[in-house]
Nanobody, 121 residues
Framework: QVRVVESGGGLVQPGGSLRLSCAAS????????MSWYRQAPGKERELVAH????????NFADSVKGRFTGSRDNAKNTVYLQMHGLKPEDTAVYFC??????????????WGQGTQVTVSS
C-alpha cells in the first residue's frame, strides 16, 4: 500500500529552523516526483518545493527561495524539507505529495495528512 507520512512540524520562533520529513512506504521515493505543499488558514494549498524523480529538489516557490532546501535519502526512503529563516507567514500545514507514474502513463498522487508548522514568538 502506497503511503506517505509527514513529520517534523512544530512551533518555532521567527528566524528559526525546522526539518520536515516525508517517509514513504509502498514505493521507492527515487522513482517518484515528490512535492511539498502548504496550506495556511483561509488560503489555498500552494506548492512549496518540487523534487523530480531523476534529480534533486530544484523548484521552489519564490517566497521560500534561499531559505528552504529539499533532499532525498534513498536509503531511508524519505524526502526532507529543510526550512531556515522561518517567518510568521510560513505558518501552515505542510503536506507531502508523491506523484507516481503508472504503466499506462497516468499519474497517481498520494498525499499525507500533513504536519503543522507554526512560526510565532
Amino acid at each position: 500500500q502506497v503511503r506517505v507520512v509527514e513529520s517534523g512540524g512544530g512551533l518555532v520562533q521567527p528566524g528559526g529552523s525546522l526539518r520536515l520529513s516525508c517517509a514513504a512506504s509502498g514505493f521507492i521515493v527515487s522513482s517518484a516526483a515528490m512535492s511539498w505543499y502548504r496550506q495556511a488558514p483561509g488560503k489555498e494549498r500552494e506548492l512549496v518545493a518540487h523534487c523530480t524523480s531523476a534529480g534533486g529538489c530544484t523548484n521552489f516557490a519564490d517566497s521560500v527561495k534561499g531559505r528552504f532546501t529539499g533532499s532525498r535519502d534513498n536509503a531511508k526512503n524519505t524526502v526532507y524539507l529543510q526550512m531556515h529563516g522561518l517567518k510568521p507567514e510560513d505558518t501552515a500545514v505542510y503536506f507531502c505529495d508523491a506523484a507516481i507514474l503508472r504503466s499506462d502513463q497516468t499519474i497517481d498522487h498520494y498525499w499525507g495528512q500533513g504536519t503543522q508548522v507554526t512560526v510565532s514568538s
